[in-house]
């Protein structure tokens, strides 16, 4: 896979201290500067991403998931009225080929539909122009899920 030879190859680099890198491979592991991000959080994210502890954690999360995600969600799961917010990614498979992107995008609805289904007050917030990495793309989403969150346990309490 693509992919995983990517991970691999920024995995050597941060294991010989090559990153940041001007080879333009290589580039593409730190990728660039978030214009939305503060100078400060921008070097933090370098200084993250340069290190082989974040490429072997990438990788192992990405070979994990295939058996972590393999059961479904049990019917029998329940959250009650717990307040529940699921976060949509709306590109987290831009990536992925077009002849596999749809199947994706379809069983990542069914599983965070039965997710939402989970709890009596369970909704899906759909997030654009974000990826997986939605607390990276779209901080401001996370913030908002929280204080609904926050905002729904109060009106429970009341």
């Not at 691999?8 to 592991?29: G, Y």
């Not at 965070?112 to 009596?120: G, K, L, N, P």
Request: net charge positive; aromatic share 4%.
């Amino acid at each position: 896979m693509q992919r995983f030879a990517f991970i691999h190859r920024c995995v050597a680099a941060a294991e010989k201290h090559e990153l940041p890198s001007t080879d333009p491979e290589l580039s593409h592991c730190l990728g660039g500067a978030d214009p939305r991000a503060s100078a400060r959080l921008n070097a933090v994210n370098l200084a993250l991403k340069s290190k082989p502890a974040y490429w072997h954690t990438v990788l192992s999360v990405l070979q994990t998931n295939v058996e972590a995600f393999k059961q479904p969600v049990s019917k029998q799961k329940t959250h009650g009225s717990t307040p529940l917010i699921v976060l949509f990614a709306a590109n987290t498979y831009a990536d992925a080929l077009p002849r596999d992107r749809k199947g994706l995008e379809a069983a990542r609805a069914h599983t965070q539909a039965q997710i939402v289904a989970t709890s009596s007050r369970g909704t899906l917030v759909h997030v654009a122009d974000s990826s997986h990495d939605i607390e990276i793309d779209q901080p401001g989403a996370v913030v908002k899920a929280v204080g609904q969150a926050l905002k729904m346990m109060q009106d429970a309490a009341k």
